[in-house]
């Protein structure tokens, strides 16, 4: 069965500590990888699709890389406001593929 | 642009009561998705529309749980009777359509927190 596993499920930074989150797959294709912000109370927000090996994306502090097992999610000086639990999730190839979520990675960014 | 729509927000009930949660999609698009998020499990998908017509239901929990979509901007999520193990918070997200790319990135609503006592 496909699986996707989020590492660590907690991580606690320092206000400018750079780190990155990691997101495992296993699944034969990959139509696509996702990255989602939620925060507490709230819907996930999009950030990212990836579609295949090498290719990274940017948005502020974030930058998403994707390999062919797994994909990073790198942090860079980290802001308070970047506290959220980032969830990882990937679609499969061929046909009709579901979106599978894993449980996410809970950040925290001190002060 | 208004986002994903659902209401209501948060439903306490009691156990054996019917519950139906409600969405209204983003306009414009035609797939539709019903999610499940708990602790233990994470986010679940339990069915997903497309133009109005259900895919793939084979997240359903049981007989407990079915939905409706009789149109392109409208979608409800009925549970009779309800259970206090169906406590979670239950998302709906649409997406353009299926097909590839960008067309199948799912935008989520505020999710709807139930609580059945």
């Known amino acids: 069965e496909d699986q996707v596993t989020q590492s660590p499920e907690a991580l606690r930074l320092q206000e400018g500590e750079s780190s990155s989150l990691n997101c495992s797959y296993t699944?034969?294709?990959?139509?696509?990888l996702f990255w989602y912000r939620q925060d507490p109370g709230k819907g996930p927000e999009f950030l990212f699709t990836?579609?295949?090996a090498g290719e990274e994306k940017e948005k502020e502090r974030l930058k998403a890389t994707l390999t062919k097992k797994e994909s990073f999610l790198h942090i860079t000086a980290p802001k308070p406001e970047d506290s959220a639990t980032y969830l990882c999730?990937?679609?499969?190839?061929?046909?009709?593929?579901?979106?599978?979520f894993g449980i996410g990675t809970k950040l925290q960014v001190i002060p | 642009d208004a986002g994903v729509i659902q209401s209501p927000r948060h439903e306490v009930t009691e156990m054996g009561q019917e519950v139906t949660l409600r969405c209204k999609p983003i306009s414009g698009h035609n797939s539709l998705f019903w999610y499940r998020q708990t602790m233990m499990r994470g986010l679940e998908l339990l069915i997903y529309?497309?133009?109005?017509?259900?895919?793939?239901d084979s997240g359903m929990p049981e007989d407990r749980f079915s939905a409706k979509m009789p149109n392109a901007s409208f979608s409800t999520l009925k549970i009779q009777p309800s259970e206090p193990r169906d406590s979670a918070v239950y998302f709906c997200a649409s997406s353009l359509g299926a097909g590839q790319g960008d067309q199948e990135t799912q935008y989520f609503g505020p999710g709807t927190r139930l609580l059945v006592l």
């Open positions: 990836l579609y295949s």
């Open positions: 999730a990937f679609q499969g190839s061929g046909g009709y593929q579901k979106v599978t």
């Open positions: 529309f497309n133009n109005n017509v259900p895919i793939d």
């Open positions: 699944v034969s294709g990959l139509r696509g």
